[in-house]
């Protein structure tokens, strides 16, 4: 079987002495979706802004290198390219930023068929270096926006765009004490 984890590739991440890389791995199972359906909606790295609220956008340059711009902590945008490097259709996609992106991450997504047909279990796992080193990392947990917490967010929001066709919100909904008991606005 070919290899599947980015860091067992000869262009490892957080290669430098005093590099700390960080490793998120999370899982869901999504109803009624099959591996096949799940995976080609992934795979059109275009979509993953509609349920990453921390993606801005993915832009092909080919059919497996990508432009990634993301939301960071502060208010700014980080930038990098991206190649997907092993692939196997409906199973698991694996990428890593490109040596020269400046953002040092890889990954993969996975998706099994869940015991007893009832979907499919995705599982990402993601490995990084924070950018701009520890302190990109403590402004990230400071912010709330630290990839272990945004992964998990992401494949909620996944799961419900899968599931019901749409991601649930709270906004524009009556809270706090702008709203009496018995009255609605």
């Known amino acids: 079987m070919a290899n599947t984890t980015a860091l067992r590739n000869k262009r490892q991440i957080g290669?430098?002495?005093?590099?700390?890389?960080?490793?998120?791995?999370?899982?869901?199972?999504?109803?009624?979706?099959?591996?096949?359906e799940l995976y080609r909606f992934w795979r059109r790295l275009e979509n993953l802004p509609q349920f990453s609220q921390h993606i801005v956008s993915v832009t092909p340059r080919s059919d497996t290198v990508s432009h990634w711009v993301v939301k960071a902590p502060g208010?700014?945008?980080?930038?990098?390219?991206?190649?997907?490097?092993?692939e196997h259709p409906n199973e698991l996609i694996a990428w890593r930023s490109l040596d020269d992106s400046g953002v040092e991450n890889a990954g993969t997504i996975r998706?099994?068929?869940?015991?007893?047909?009832?979907?499919?279990?995705?599982?990402?796992?993601?490995?990084?270096?924070?950018?701009?080193?520890?302190?990109?990392a403590f402004l990230a947990k400071l912010t709330g926006e630290e990839p272990e917490i945004q992964v998990e967010d992401d494949l909620g929001r996944f799961k419900a765009l899968m599931e019901a066709g749409e991601i649930p919100t709270i906004d524009n909904q009556p809270v706090g004490k702008g709203q009496r008991k018995g009255k609605r606005k």
């Open 111 to 136: 998706f099994e068929p869940a015991p007893g047909g009832r979907g499919t279990e995705v599982k990402v796992t993601l490995e990084y270096v924070p950018h701009v080193g520890k302190l990109g």
């Open 15 to 36: 290669g430098g002495k005093n590099v700390k890389k960080m490793k998120v791995t999370k899982a869901c199972t999504i109803l009624h979706r099959s591996p096949e």
């Open 75 to 86: 208010s700014k945008n980080v930038e990098w390219d991206a190649e997907v490097f092993n």
